[in-house]
């Protein structure tokens, strides 16, 4: 519901000044304006631009990373699944940052949070406008939606993310990453503590936040 690629300009050029690469951030359309699976669409159709036109943007087509930080986290883990699930393209590993990927909010983390930048009330109101459509008729919620509905987690790339122990999303976060371990799928991951959703891009030079980033890059 939030957000633009400019927003992030600065975790864009920290990633290419770790190890040169090419970064394409697709500016999908808002929740707020278009619901799933318009924003979706607009991630997957990049992934397939980019493999597509890889010789032209001299980039690897079979090494591509999908990385999103909150909502873009949750597109990650969704591209992540419909690449396996199609094969059109070869993920080499994917980055959903402290993803928002499960609609239903049912883990204590996610249950009456009032921790500061992100809370129960805005992903309430972040899910329904993304799902209308679907709530309203009590329709099926698609995995890709909210990818924590997902049953099968074979096949999936290698995974690194992290979560702050207050945010909204820790537990949701914790149970992907276990499901994928289960699937003896390698993940590396951290829970930092004491720390709010997104704290590493707010408070960067913060001691925590800059662990954080150095586990991450």
């Known amino acids: ?3 633009s690629p400019e927003f992030f300009s600065d975790v864009i050029k920290r990633f290419i000044e770790v190890k040169p690469c090419v970064i394409v951030a697709p500016a999908y359309r ?12 607009d991630c997957y159709d990049t992934l397939l631009w980019l493999k597509d036109n890889a010789e032209k943007l001299g980039i690897i087509a079979e090494s591509f990373i999908v990385a999103g930080h909150s909502a873009g986290g949750g597109l990650t883990a969704a591209i992540a699944l419909k690449a396996r699930d199609t094969k059109d393209v070869n993920i080499a590993f994917q980055m959903p940052v402290y ?12 249950s009456y949070n009032k921790s500061p930048v992100w809370n129960s009330i805005s992903n309430k109101y972040a899910w329904n406008k993304y ?8 329709l099926e919620i698609p995995s890709y ?3 924590a509905r997902v ?10 993310t992290i979560v702050g122990e207050l945010d909204n999303f820790r537990d949701e ?3 992907y990453v276990e499901n994928l371990k289960k699937a003896d799928i390698p993940v590396q991951f951290k829970i930092f503590k004491g ?11 913060a001691k925590i936040s800059k662990e954080a980033w150095r586990f991450i890059l």
């Open 99 to 110: 993803p928002m990927i499960d609609d239903r909010q049912l883990t204590k983390s996610a």
């Open 195 to 205: 720390c709010f959703h997104a704290f590493e891009i707010i408070i960067p030079e």
């Open 145 to 147: 939606a909210a990818p």
């Open 30 to 41: 808002s929740a707020m304006d278009v619901a799933y699976h318009a924003v979706f669409d």
């Open 173 to 175: 976060t914790v149970e």
């Open 1 to 3: 519901i939030t957000g």
């Open 151 to 160: 049953k099968d987690y074979t096949g999936l790339p290698p995974a690194i």
């Open 131 to 138: 799902l209308r459509g679907y709530k309203e008729k009590n």
